[in-house]
C-alpha cells in the first residue's frame, strides 16, 4: 500500500503517514527526516534498519490493560514528527543519522520476538508512524505467528493510516501531551485538536486504547489542564480507557525544571477519579497503583515499577465480583 500521493505541483509529492501530510520537494525529506521523495515516490529511508531493540515487559509501553505479564518485542528507528524538549529518547529521534550496516526484514523481527518468547512486538522508542511502512510490514508477518502488534505513539498519526491499522495494529498507547493548543503547537510541533481527534479514531476503530500524559512541572500541572484531559478522557473515550499520568525527569532541553513530585501525580489521580475515570495509573515514579475493580474495588493486577507482579484475575474477570475489566486478556 502506497502511504503518498501526488500534488498539483509535479516536483512535489504528499507523504500521508502523519497530520503534517507534508509536500515533499524531489530529493528531499518531510518533516520526521527520514521520508524522502525519490523520483516521484515517498521512500521510508529507515525500512530495515532499527536504532534500538530490546525485550521489555509490556506494562514497560505503558499498557496495562493488553495481554499483563506478558512480554514484547520493542524497536524503533530514528527520527520523529515532534520536536518535543523534554524527550528521553532525543538521541534517536531527533536525528537523521541511520546506521545501515545491517538490515533487519520483517521476517526478521518476527523471528526475534518468537525467539525471545514475546507475545507482541511493540513499535515504540521514536515515533512508529514515520515507519509505518515497515511496521505494517511486520504486524502483517506477525498475525500469521500469532503474536500482536502494539504502537506507542504521540497520536499524530493521518486518519489513513488510522483507518489502515484497524485490524493490524491491536493497541495503541497514545500520548495526550497537554490541553494547551498553543502550547502543542510552538513546543512540541504538534496539533491539539487533530491529537483529539485521532484518539477518538482509535477507540471508533476497535483499536485498544490506553492514553499517557508526561506531568512536566509548570507547563501542563495545573489543575484546570489536568481536569480538561481528565474529561475529554472521560466523555469522549470512555471511562474504561486507562490514563497513565506519569513523573518527568530532566532530560534534553529541559533540564532547568524539577521533576514531577508524588504530590503532583496523586493530584492528577484525584482529578482523573473525579471524573469517573475506572483505571488510572502513577508510573515513572517508585509508587505503583494497582489495578482495581471499579466496582468492588478489589485488587486485581499488582506491579513494581513497571513490572507485573500479581494478578488476581479470572480471564478478563474480578474474581470477587465477577466484573468483566475492559482490556485484551488471556482467557
Known amino acids: 500500500m502506497k502511504f503518498y500521493k501526488p500534488t498539483t505541483k509535479e516536483d512535489r509529492v504528499q507523504c500521508i503517514l502523519c497530520q503534517h501530510y507534508c509536500k515533499i520537494k524531489e530529493g528531499q525529506t518531510g518533516i520526521c527526516g527520514v521520508n524522502k521523495n525519490v523520483g516521484g515516490k515517498i521512500e521510508c529511508l529507515v525500512y530495515g534498519y532499527p536504532s534500538a531493540m530490546n525485550v521489555d ?22 527520527g520523529c514528527n515532534f520536536h518535543c524538549p523534554f524527550c528521553q529518547n532525543w538521541n534517536i529521534s531527533q536525528t537523521h543519522d541511520i546506521d545501515k550496516s545491517h538490515y533487519f526484514s520483517p521476517e526478521r523481527i518476527v523471528e526475534l520476538a518468537l525467539e525471545h518468547d514475546c507475545k507482541s512486538i511493540a513499535y515504540t522508542y521514536n515515533e512508529p508512524t514515520i515507519f509505518y511502512p515497515y511496521a505494517r510490514d511486520i504486524a502483517l508477518e506477525a498475525q500469521k505467528h500469532g503474536l500482536k502488534n502494539v504502537f506507542v505513539s504521540n497520536g499524530f498519526e493521518s486518519s489513513e493510516v488510522i483507518d489502515d491499522m484497524k485490524g493490524i495494529m491491536d493497541a495503541v498507547n497514545a500520548d495526550l501531551k497537554s490541553f494547551d493548543a498553543k502550547y502543542y503547537k510552538k513546543e512540541l510541533g504538534g496539533n491539539l485538536e487533530k491529537i483529539l481527534e485521532n484518539l477518538k479514531h482509535f477507540v471508533a476503530n476497535g483499536i485498544w486504547l490506553e492514553v499517557t500524559t508526561l506531568i512536566v512541572p509548570t507547563q501542563n500541572d495545573s489543575d484546570e489542564e489536568l481536569d480538561k484531559i481528565a474529561g475529554f478522557i472521560a466523555k469522549e473515550l470512555g471511562v474504561d480507557v486507562p490514563w497513565h499520568i506519569t513523573a518527568f525527569h530532566p532530560d534534553y532541553k529541559e533540564l532547568d525544571l524539577p521533576s514531577t513530585s508524588v504530590e503532583t501525580l496523586k493530584r492528577a489521580y ?22 482495581r475493580c471499579p466496582k468492588c474495588d478489589e485488587v486485581l ?8 507482579t500479581n494478578n488476581y484475575m479470572k480471564g478478563a474477570h474480578c474474581p470477587k465480583c465477577g466484573t468483566t475489566i475492559a482490556g485484551v486478556f488471556d482467557e
Open 270 to 291: 484525584d482529578i482523573g477519579k473525579k471524573h469517573g475515570l475506572n483505571y488510572i495509573y502513577i508510573g515513572n515514579v517508585n509508587f505503583e497503583t494497582p489495578t
Open 301 to 308: 493486577i499488582e506491579r513494581s515499577y513497571l513490572r507485573h
Open 57 to 78: 515487559p509490556i506494562e514497560k509501553k505503558p499498557l496495562y490493560h493488553f495481554l499483563p505479564g506478558t512480554k514484547a518485542f520493542s524497536f524503533g528507528t530514528v
